[in-house]
């Protein structure tokens, strides 16, 4: 009879005399657990099918990039241009017409009165006419005292005044030093109470201070020729 061997211990065991032999009762093998089974097809997948060659199961992917190909793209905003800084500026050319001076009324009513009262005579008696207007037109005491404009068309105060005559541009000019030396306190030629005159045969004009003789005192008086 054949020895037995304890898989424990490795070593022979003899049976002993007359003894009948010991039958080793055998283990159970364990059972697996169970597990869901795999389908053949997708063990051997890899090995039967080279299933990313398959123009089936890349059809939709390539019809959808035909198909966004075919999509219009936007529109790409255009650029903005910017100024050609080389470019020459042209300046346009300065309008080098004089314009039309607006008249000044004072001026103007000033260069009628000695355009038309001094007719044929020097331009210093027509400045002494301009300034006896001007007298008048701030003095109160003698029942003067008003505007420029209402002193020059007070009517029968100036002998031969006609407000309907064309002045002559010297004479305007003329009007206009008169009132600028009034506005800045200029040195006059006439002292402020001169408010009458007398135009005289020769051309020249006498102004004075007073109408008439009061008390047998006489009045001062200025010629210019």
């Given at each position: 009879?054949d ?5 424990e211990?490795k070593?022979?065991v ?5 003894a ?10 364990q059972?697996k ?7 053949s097809?997708?063990?051997?997948l890899g090995?039967?099918i080279?299933?990313y060659?398959d123009?089936?199961l890349?059809?939709?992917l390539?019809?959808?990039l035909l198909?966004?190909?075919l999509l219009?793209g ?5 650029e ?5 800084v ?5 300046v346009?050319?300065e309008?080098?017409?004089p314009?039309?001076e607006a ?13 038309s009262v001094g ?7 027509k400045?002494?006419i ?5 007298n008048?037109s ?5 029942g ?5 404009l ?10 031969g005044?006609?407000?309907?005559i064309i002045?002559?541009?010297e ?9 600028e ?11 402020s ?9 020769d051309?020249s004009?006498?102004?004075r201070?007073?109408?008439?003789a009061?008390a047998?005192q ?8």
């Amino acid at each position: 009879m054949d020895p037995i061997l304890n898989e424990e211990s490795k070593t022979e065991v003899q049976p002993e005399p007359g003894a009948e032999p010991k039958i080793e009762p055998k283990r159970r093998k364990q059972q697996k657990k169970r597990t869901f089974p795999i389908p053949s097809f997708l063990l051997h997948l890899g090995e039967d099918i080279r299933w990313y060659y398959d123009i089936r199961l890349w059809s939709p992917l390539i019809l959808l990039l035909l198909i966004l190909a075919l999509l219009p793209g936007k529109q790409k905003a255009p650029e903005e241009t910017l100024p050609d800084v080389t470019a020459v500026v042209t300046v346009p050319e300065e309008d080098t017409t004089p314009t039309e001076e607006a008249v000044i009324p004072e001026a103007a009513a000033l260069a009628r009165l000695a355009d038309s009262v001094g007719a044929g005579r020097s331009d210093n008696v027509k400045t002494v006419i301009m300034w006896v207007a001007v007298n008048r037109s701030e003095d109160r005491a003698n029942g003067y005292g008003q505007s420029l404009l209402t002193e020059i068309d007070r009517p029968n105060q100036w002998q031969g005044y006609d407000g309907t005559i064309i002045y002559t541009d010297e004479t305007y000019a003329m009007a206009k030093q008169v009132l600028e030396t009034q506005a800045k306190g200029g040195l006059r030629p006439l002292d402020s109470d001169m408010l009458w005159f007398i135009l005289n045969d020769d051309g020249s004009i006498t102004v004075r201070n007073q109408f008439t003789a009061t008390a047998n005192q006489k009045w001062q008086e200025k010629t210019v020729k």
